[in-house]
């Protein structure tokens, strides 16, 4: 059984790019959750996606955006990118879409944006 | 507006020693509280999950207690270690999302 995997580990971009993250979800999961870690802060959850549909949506703009393929991989796309989208990005997956699930994390992508 | 308190301070105890970390929060009213522990440039990792019915919850050198009431919950690692130094992160549980606290920081010395 292979564990969340997330890529890339790391990424440096300009202000007003657009990125994509994409995340491996374990194993027998159909759920994957993303969020956002600020330097020193919890991560913020962004959104869910549950069977390839969006579930639910965090205190997130549209630029921020998803997908989720038949695989139950995962991708988020941030576009017009500023300088406090720097953090690291967490993928989460689950079984089920319920919060009380127990969350399986990927080790994160961090983002710089100059 | 809701909030989700953890110790602010980072806790610094003699290995050997028990760790009480705390979380408080308001405004919200969660089924479940869910405990992470991060490392550093690493994924959070889950510990624990408590529902609201329980009291309490343990799990080896772990135990986590809830109260709704005085919308708390705190967490004890017992007989610390060197490696149990990480951040701990509570979690409210609201439907589909996790709402994380800012995590402590606990530093186990020899």
């Known amino acids: 059984e292979t564990g969340v995997t997330q890529s890339p580990t790391h990424l440096i971009k300009t202000r007003g790019q657009q990125v994509t993250l994409r995340c491996s979800s374990q194993s027998g999961h159909n759920t994957v959750s993303w969020y956002q870690q600020a330097l020193g802060q919890g991560p913020q959850f962004i959104f869910q996606?549950?069977?390839?549909?969006?579930?639910g949506r965090g205190n997130f703009p549209p630029r921020f955006s998803g997908l989720q393929f038949p695989n139950y991989s995962s991708e988020l796309n941030v576009n017009a990118l500023e300088l406090d989208d720097s953090a690291l990005y967490l993928c989460?997956?689950?079984?089920?879409?319920?919060?009380?699930?127990?969350?399986?994390f990927g080790p994160g992508t961090r983002l710089t944006v100059l | 507006s809701q909030k989700i308190e953890q110790n602010s301070e980072a806790l610094n105890i003699q290995e050997g020693k028990t760790a009480t970390l705390t979380c408080n929060y308001t405004n919200y009213s969660p089924a479940y509280l869910q405990w992470y522990r991060q490392d550093p440039g690493r994924g959070p990792v889950f510990l624990l999950l408590i529902r609201e019915n329980e009291k309490e919850k343990r799990k080896e050198r772990l135990k986590v207690t809830f109260d709704t009431t005085l919308k708390q919950s705190l967490f004890h690692i017992t007989a610390s270690q060197p490696a149990d130094s990480a951040t701990y992160l509570c979690a409210l549980v609201g439907g589909y999302a996790l709402n994380f606290g800012k995590g402590t920081s606990l530093l186990v010395t020899p």
């Open positions: 996606y549950y069977r390839e549909e969006e579930n």
């Open positions: 989460a997956s689950s079984l089920d879409w319920e919060g009380y699930n127990e969350q399986f």
